[in-house]
């Protein structure tokens, strides 16, 4: 019998009677019955089985019981019955004995799921793996990079290339697991965990060989790329050297200070897990530093966090920041709100220049509603301890982000391959760096022009991801002797959380790319969370995260400091 068909059979009878539990708190018995049926195929086919893994199973299963709860009893069951969904916390206790419902049907259908795959398996045999034969190594592609850009290379290349066993691929990272910043913000906010939007590498790959260093030299006559043991060149550890028949330049980019020395030493980076946590723990001790501070001038400047650029990334974290702040208030009763004060400054007249002007200004409306401040058409020209300058003035401040450009990694830099002004190396139609055999590039390092519109690509993990499949395509193509495909992807539009239960989107209209909707408010804030949530790599991840977002409905964000590595 077929794997995923015996996992799912076995699911739909544990579903099933796990949903007595549904009946008696959620009502609807036949529909109780359907969605535990159709939620114990889902999970088990999901899961490979592992013989005693009970209490997993129940933990596993009653954490999956909570966002249940929030997608089915919260939101789609008051949308089918024509009401809207109920947000208010006392409307939420009224659905409590529903939630206690779901986390029981959780529990219980993982232990049934469990133990009915023990008695398959040792009534049936256990499932039976395909045999893997270890491949004869003759062409190797080498891919520097674990972003979106890197790590779905070699997703497409494992799919591309699972026929061809004289293939090796090799993914180089700095980083053992895959961010998922589009939801960095939420990290620096304290909205969510910062491991749950983290997918390891490893276990994402599975024909990949991964290896976690720093790529410090490419030797592009030898065909060979030195690697640094680990994100730091000075661990007493040896180079290692990869031999490349292809090499995909993926290394995505890094914050650009525009020169300036002080900026870099006393702002905040915003482009990595490290740095959210680093934010959110400045913030939390901000917070404390006032909480006992006398003078007024001085508890001003601790509680002032000015965000430097005006597109997503600062807008995002601006809002998520906004929003915290405020929050945690009610544990410093000695602060008062108008002390506060997140100031975003942007070298344009508005915020947002990736959206439509009506979004633009809607976003900056309703975050000075929510109290931030925005300082346009002013640029940041120095910065010292507790000192923000400005073009047209000063700003006391003890904290500064920087998410106001952005640069090509520097190892680009020695290579004598042809670059734009902006440091990226050009590439054709095809992702191919013209005049190297075997050298390809994409993302943030690559300066891609699109096929059909000839207009520069965005360097945005949408327009990354799919220039990922044409590369690898390419690549299965050239080895095969084929022709080349020319890149060409239409943007399926843009989405930004501007704040709590808030958020802008314009998404282009099928068949007709010229043409846009746009949404804002609540609706564009649960598109964001669903498309997202959809994206995020991995069903745990997933089960993770929105436990997080149900978790923020009934409790204050924490405000606990993690442990800073230094």
């Not at 049926?37 to 129940?58: C, E, F, R």
């Not at 974290?317 to 942007?346: F, M, Q, T």
């Not at 139609?429 to 519109?453: H, R, S, Y």
Request: a neutral charge; charged letters at 20%.
């Amino acid at each position: 019998m077929d794997r995923i068909l015996r996992r799912s059979l076995l699911g739909m009878l544990a579903g099933a009677a796990a949903s007595v539990a549904l009946v008696a708190t959620v009502g609807h018995p036949l529909l109780s019955i359907l969605l535990g049926v159709l939620v114990g195929a889902g999970y088990s086919a999901s899961l490979k089985p592992t013989s005693g893994t009970y209490v997993d199973n129940l933990m596993a299963g009653g954490a999956l019981g909570v966002p249940l709860w929030g997608l089915i009893s919260v939101i789609a069951i008051p949308l089918f019955s024509s009401r809207m969904p109920e947000w208010e916390a006392e409307q939420i206790r009224v659905h409590f004995p529903a939630l206690v419902g779901w986390v029981m049907y959780g529990a219980g259908l993982g232990l049934l799921t469990q133990t009915f795959s023990d008695i398959a398996a040792r009534y049936l045999g256990v499932e039976i793996e395909p045999e893997v034969k270890t491949p004869r190594t003759m062409t190797r592609i080498v891919i520097l990079g674990g972003g979106f850009a890197g790590m779905r290379t070699a997703e497409c290349l494992e799919a591309e290339l699972r026929a061809n066993p004289e293939v090796s691929l090799t993914l180089v990272s700095e980083t053992n697991a895959l961010l998922f910043t589009p939801m960095l913000a939420e990290v620096a906010g304290s909205s969510l965990e910062p491991s749950h939007i983290s997918t390891p590498l490893r276990s994402t790959l599975h024909r990949t060989e991964f290896v976690r260093g720093r790529a410090t030299e490419i030797d592009l006559e030898k065909r060979r790329v030195t690697l640094a043991n680990g994100p730091a060149s000075g661990d007493g550890t040896a180079a290692q050297e990869i031999a490349y028949d292809h090499l995909v330049f993926a290394l995505g980019a890094v914050s650009n200070y525009l020169g300036m020395a002080n900026l870099e030493k006393y702002s905040f980076n915003f482009k990595s897990l490290l740095d959210a946590i680093r934010i959110r723990n400045h913030v939390i001790e901000m917070f404390e530093r006032a909480d006992r501070e006398l003078d007024q001038a001085k508890r001003q400047a601790l509680l002032t966090f000015v965000i430097a650029g005006g597109g997503f990334a600062g807008v995002e974290l601006a809002g998520a920041l906004n929003d915290y702040a405020h929050g945690i208030l009610a544990d410093y009763p000695k602060l008062r709100r108008e002390e506060v004060s997140v100031v975003l400054v942007h070298s344009r007249d508005r915020i947002l220049p990736e959206l439509s002007e009506s979004l633009g200004r809607y976003a900056q409306e309703r975050m000075a509603v929510r109290g931030v401040v925005f300082r346009l058409n002013t640029r940041i020209s120095d910065a010292g301890p507790g000192l923000v300058v400005l073009s047209d003035g000063e700003i006391r401040a003890e904290t500064l982000v920087w998410t106001a450009g952005t640069a090509p990694n520097p190892l680009l830099k020695a290579l004598g391959l042809d670059k734009d002004k902006r440091g990226a190396l050009i590439v054709n139609d095809t992702l191919a760096v013209p005049g190297n055999a075997g050298l390809w590039a994409l993302g943030d390092c690559a300066a891609v022009i699109d096929a059909k519109t000839k207009k520069p690509c965005p360097p945005t993990a949408q327009f990354a991801l799919r220039e990922a499949q044409t590369l690898a395509q390419n690549i299965h193509k050239q080895l095969q002797g084929g022709a080349l495909q020319k890149f060409h992807f239409d943007s399926l539009g843009a989405l930004c959380v501007v704040g709590h239960q808030t958020a802008c989107a314009e998404l282009t209209v099928p068949f007709a790319r010229k043409h846009s909707v746009r949404f804002s408010g609540l609706l564009a804030w649960l598109m964001w969370r669903g498309i997202y949530l959809g994206k995020l790599p991995g069903l745990e991840r997933k089960i993770r995260v929105l436990v997080d977002w149900s978790v923020e409905l009934f409790f204050p964000r924490d405000i606990v400091q993690t442990i800073e590595l230094k």
